[in-house]
């Protein structure tokens, strides 16, 4: 059975043999140690080394830079001995044995499903997801989205600080745990999306820097570093490959890239651009979805033909939905949520109509500086919307989730919001449930770095006015307490009680209906085709034209005082009564000619 062959990293050849390619351009020579014994590698042109060695898979190896570096790890490999600092693992990429015989699933049918494998489960690896995907089937989830599980330094993490980009963490259960992982996925029906960091890499266990200094522009700075350089070929080729790696040789069936906005590409083909063309023209037999984190609010990226069919990337994580309806379930207005917080009303109505709630405005938490673009000319699915994940709850001090932030009635309503309308829908693990246990920032570094993280974390927070006091700021969890990260993990008894069964009824109930009515109608629409309108003094309305000529209509009342109003179509959920609740929603559905 044929693999994908990327260029960096140990590939093999046949007959028990191995190449060997490592790109160093400052060096004058490498060393490649193999199972504890030396060999030299030839240098062969443009700064590449290579080696064809005879070895068994399963073998150790490392790389052995010149002037006393010592052994390094293998930045492509596939698996790591142990900690990302020890030597890597020879896997045999044909070795393991596909069971499901899967064709994927259309775009339109996604509803993600965001978790962490760490914090998951009971045992927090692959197996312990595994062993759960028959809930998420049973509730309607048609995607499940890993965190990033490429190696980084510790066993406790979320992953956005991964170091061997193509290795799948030790502590999760490695290669062959997530290839069963995706392999029971598919047999149930679920397609599996992975969070992939290509702006930068974490700050415990990269050697790039000892002796491939040309990876990086020094002068190009990033919140984590310098910035990549990745107008050169292998720089770029270690980037593309990767994208190709995961989806060919796990079969995910998309990827989503995180803060894209943090890559800073001058090339005449961008790296985002190149990258969506070559996993675009590679000819995988099922579809393969491809999306973004972006703070920018662009729309260059998600352009559709005139067919409605995403010619580079499928959609990209839409904050502001999640800011606007965070404003009005919890009237939070510190931080980046004061930019919704003149008319929130307004700014849903927005949302519902175009994507975007900021397409060009003054952000006054970026300086007053305009953020995002026109994107009404986009349709539904080209926006992945949500009420929690990772990052909008882990970034809180102390983690807190919507549920204990905000009344059921509201949490009831927004939901339905979410997953009722048009666009692509997101879940955070735990939410279908209402999870009241954290999701908080943890990491497992030690020393000097360590205590960096630990004082950085409390001092990003000094600058509101509930942590201006210092010994206050001092309560915010320590990332590096394993009770931090322990805290984290999902209470799976929690939704056999009864406040757990109410809401994971409401969310099973909601997903039945899109799949039922909504989904099979989103096809073939090309731009966002909504009309909204305002009623009383937090109602809005908002229709959408369906890709079959369908109207769908949603009428909320967002939290203010009851009124009266009506929409047409045939009702297919309803929750509370617009005339006497100030949470209430009703969401109708009229037939039209295709």
């Known amino acids: 059975m044929s693999h994908f062959v990327k260029s960096w990293g140990a590939e093999p050849v046949g007959d028990g043999r191995w190449r060997f390619r490592l790109w160093a351009p400052g060096a004058e020579t490498m060393g490649l140690v193999l199972e ?9 042109g443009d ?6 060695l005879t ?27 142990g900690d990302v600092h020890g030597p890597s693992r020879l896997i045999d990429p044909r070795a393991y044995s596909w069971q499901s015989d899967w064709r994927g699933r259309a775009w339109e049918e996604t509803v993600l499903y965001e978790l962490h494998t760490g914090t998951f489960s009971r045992s927090g690896d692959f197996d312990g997801v595994r062993r759960h995907l028959d809930h ?38 490695g290669p062959d745990g997530l290839k069963r992982l995706v392999d029971a996925a598919h047999e149930q029906d679920l397609m599996v999306f992975l969070d992939v960091v290509y702006n930068h890499f974490g700050p415990d266990g990269s050697y790039l820097h000892a ?21 050169k070929r292998p720089v ?66 998600h352009a559709r033909d005139e067919r409605g069919r995403a010619t580079l990337y499928h959609g990209e994580w839409n904050d502001d939905f999640h ?5 009005l379930a919890t009237h939070e207005t510190e931080g980046y949520y004061f930019d919704y917080a003149k008319d929130a009303r307004e700014d849903m109505m927005i949302a519902l109509r175009d994507g975007y709630v900021q397409q060009g405005r003054p952000s006054p938490f970026r300086d007053w500086q305009p953020r995002g673009e026109s994107s009404a000319h986009l349709p539904p699915t080209a926006f992945v919307n949500f009420l929690q994940n990772h990052d909008q709850t882990g970034n809180r001090a102390f983690g807190e989730r919507l549920t204990t932030l905000a009344e059921p009635e509201a949490v009831r309503v927004l939901t339905a919001v979410l997953l009722l309308s048009p666009m692509i829908p997101l879940l955070f693990m735990g939410e279908e449930w209402g999870e009241t246990r954290p999701f908080q920032f943890f990491t497992d570094f030690h020393g000097e770095l360590a205590q960096a993280v630990r004082e950085g974390r409390r001092r990003e927070f000094s600058s509101w006015p509930q942590f201006a006091d210092e010994e206050l700021r001092e309560t915010i969890p320590d990332p590096n307490d394993e009770q931090t990260f322990l805290a984290s ?13 109410r809401r994971m009824a409401l969310v099973r109930e909601l997903l039945a209906v899109r799949a039922k009515e909504i989904v099979p109608r989103l096809a073939g629409m090309t731009a966002m085709n909504a009309s909204v309108a305002v009623h009383g003094m937090r109602g809005v309305e908002a229709s959408w034209t369906l890709g079959d000529g369908s109207r769908l209509a949603m009428l909320a009342n967002l939290g203010g005082k009851p009124f009266r109003a009506e929409i047409g179509g045939r009702e297919i959920f309803a929750n509370g009564d617009h005339g006497e609740d100030p949470w209430a929603i009703q969401v109708t559905l009229e037939d039209g000619a295709a």
């Open 36 to 44: 504890g014994d030396r060999h030299g590698m030839d240098k062969s």
């Open 47 to 52: 700064g590449w080394f290579e080696a064809e």
């Open 55 to 81: 070895a068994e898979a399963g073998a150790s190896y490392a790389f052995a830079p010149p002037e006393g570096s010592g052994q390094v790890p293998d930045p492509a490999a596939r698996a790591q001995a």
């Open 136 to 173: 998420l089937a049973g509730i309607g989830v048609t995607a499940v989205e890993l965190c990033p599980v490429a190696q980084f330094s510790g066993d406790r993490g979320w992953g956005y600080d991964g170091v061997l980009l193509y290795a799948p963490h030790v502590a999760y259960g």
């Open 211 to 231: 002796y491939a200094p040309e990876f990086f522009h020094e002068e190009i700075h990033t919140p984590w570093g310098a910035g990549i350089a990745f107008e």
């Open 236 to 301: 770029r080729d270690f980037f593309i490959d990767n994208a190709l790696y995961w989806l060919d040789e796990y079969r995910f069936d998309g990827l989503r890239l995180d803060a894209v906005d943090q890559i800073d590409d001058p090339s005449d083909e961008p790296i985002l651009m190149e990258l969506a063309r070559v996993v675009r023209e590679h000819g995988f037999e099922r579809p393969v979805h491809l999306t973004t984190e972006d703070d920018r609010n662009v729309t260059f990226l």
């Open 323 to 327: 800011h606007v309806a965070h404003v």
């Open 489 to 501: 993990k999902l209470d799976w008894s929690a939704h056999e009680g009864a406040a757990g069964r």
